[in-house]
């Protein structure tokens, strides 16, 4: 199926801000940092619904499912088991106790996942979702699904506020919970991003690059106002409601202007792998250069050094990207 280049640019762009945001400390300012978080993974989501709409294919939610469960359901369960191996090597040499390897196997069962492979689970439950209201086609039951995120997702921010990091098992009973949050968040920004390219792709194609260029710097300047001008207790209730969708939108036209060079093909490589680098850079190679930090240079992991690692894992995730796409395809769910 062809690809969007610009699809890929903003998940390249996306990726590469959840990998810095996971290395740096203490260098963004806290409105950057912000922003930066409400974005990063809600742009995987509004772009999923973007693509569903742009292409407009017709399928069923078994079919969306069983289509899914092979692209997003392998990687979950081979990237669990890669960094579960890791995890016992570092027990072994006695970096983690028992505790916590049973944690990491609790989460994969739970779909918690480790590290940053929440977010595949999430993705496959809000895509079966929105394409299930999608084929339904009743307004009520749209309508009845935003009410259960309200009240769920309300409920879950005070608890996991006020009662998750209490003890060892509220954190066991959270973890589904958890899960569900995150399935709950995706699925409403998966809806937007389809109605936006349903109504917006057809404008996109004929309008001059000097409007959508003015456009995308207005709602990507407007979201990082909004993260720099509120406070703390109305940031979270707006950005929830707002940035997530103002984020992708004003990066999706900023990217579908990009031109050809350097630029847009360091960053939709990244789009196109940004799976790979996902599941690794957190659990596998933060951890190993917090260790040589800590171990070998007796420094703490901040500041400058940080965006030293940074730079390091980036050079290293080639060969790695090279490895999965070339050697061990079957465990992205290629055929």
């Not at 569903?52 to 092979?70: D, I, P, Y």
């Not at 595949?120 to 935003?146: S, Y």
């Not at 901040?302 to 395809?329: C, D, M, Q, S, Y």
Request: aromatic content about 18%; overall charge positive.
């Amino acid at each position: 199926m062809h690809r969007l280049t610009y699809i890929d640019i903003l998940k390249g762009w996306s990726i590469l801000s959840i990998v810095f945001l996971h290395f740096e400390d203490g260098i963004l300012p806290s409105w950057l940092n912000a922003w930066i978080g409400n974005y990063m993974i809600s742009a995987f989501y509004f772009t999923s619904g973007w693509l569903a709409g742009v292409r407009n294919q017709e399928l069923s939610t078994r079919a969306l499912f069983n289509k899914r469960l092979r692209t997003l359901g392998i990687p979950y369960l081979w990237f669990s088991l890669i960094i579960l191996f890791f995890d016992l090597i570092w027990w072994v040499l006695g970096n983690y106790d028992g505790h916590f390897i049973a944690r990491e196997v609790y989460k994969t069962l739970t779909l918690r996942g480790i590290g940053t492979l929440w977010f595949l689970p999430a993705l496959f439950g809000g895509e079966i979702i929105f394409r299930t209201l999608l084929n339904k086609k009743k307004g009520w039951l749209i309508v009845l699904f935003l009410i259960i995120n309200f009240i769920y997702l309300n409920g879950y921010n005070v608890w996991s506020s006020e009662y998750r990091n209490l003890s060892t098992t509220n954190q066991i009973i959270d973890a589904p919970f958890f899960t569900i949050n995150k399935i709950l968040r995706a699925w409403p920004v998966i809806g937007i991003g389809y109605l936006l390219a349903r109504s917006c792709n057809p404008i996109l194609s004929k309008a001059p690059k000097w409007t959508i260029l003015l456009t995308g710097i207005g709602i990507t300047g407007f979201s990082i106002w909004i993260c720099g001008g509120l406070a703390d207790i109305s940031f979270h209730y707006f950005s929830f409601l707002i940035i997530p969708m103002l984020g992708p939108i004003g990066l999706l036209l900023l990217a579908y202007i990009i031109p050809s060079g350097i630029t847009e093909r360091f960053l939709s490589y990244w789009g196109k792998n940004s799976l790979v680098l996902m599941a690794t850079h957190y659990s596998l190679f933060l951890v190993v250069f917090q260790a040589i930090d800590q171990i070998i240079f007796n420094a703490p992991f901040t500041g400058w050094r940080t965006l030293i690692w940074f730079a390091i894992t980036i050079l290293i995730e080639i060969p790695v990207v090279w490895l999965f796409n070339n050697k061990l395809t079957f465990m992205l769910g290629k055929r």
